[in-house]
Nanobody, 124 residues
Framework: QVHLVESGGGLVQAGGSLRLSCAAS????????MGWFRQAPGKEREFVAG????????TYPDSVKGRFTISRDNAKNTVYLQMNSLKPEDTAVYYC?????????????????WGQGTQVTVSS
């Protein structure tokens, strides 16, 4: 089992940047593929980035590709989401999630462990 805690959210103007962090408990962090998802009020949860156990595989939806970068430091049990060129439509609660297994999976149902979320608000 793994416990996840996100941090780094906040209020930023359009065009600005934020870096989210997700700290994981446990000794087997490198066994988990990691993902970032977001959910805006009244909308479904949306995949925004995923990274494989080693960090060698990454995937993004078109909505954030070229603006968001996911990375991980297995020595620090932490996964990051660097968000640049933020837009008002990026406003949401951002969640990190973990799943055992290979590859990068963009489907929320595949992730067994979730953090509590961190609010990101982008003003226009």
């Amino acid at each position: 089992q793994v416990h996840l805690v996100e941090s780094g959210g906040g209020l930023v103007q359009a065009g600005g940047s934020l870096r989210l962090s997700c700290a994981a408990s446990g000794r087997t962090f490198s066994s988990y593929g990691m993902g970032w998802f977001r959910q805006a009020p009244g909308k479904e949860r949306e995949f925004v980035a995923g990274i494989s156990r080693s960090g060698g595989g990454k995937t993004y939806p078109d909505s954030v590709k070229g603006r968001f970068t996911i990375s991980r430091d297995n020595a620090k049990n932490t996964v990051y989401l660097q968000m640049n060129s933020l837009k008002p439509e990026d406003t949401a609660v951002y969640y990190c999630a973990a799943r055992l297994g290979l590859g990068v999976i963009p489907t929320s149902d595949e992730y067994a462990y979730w953090g509590q979320g961190t609010q990101v608000t982008v003003s226009s």
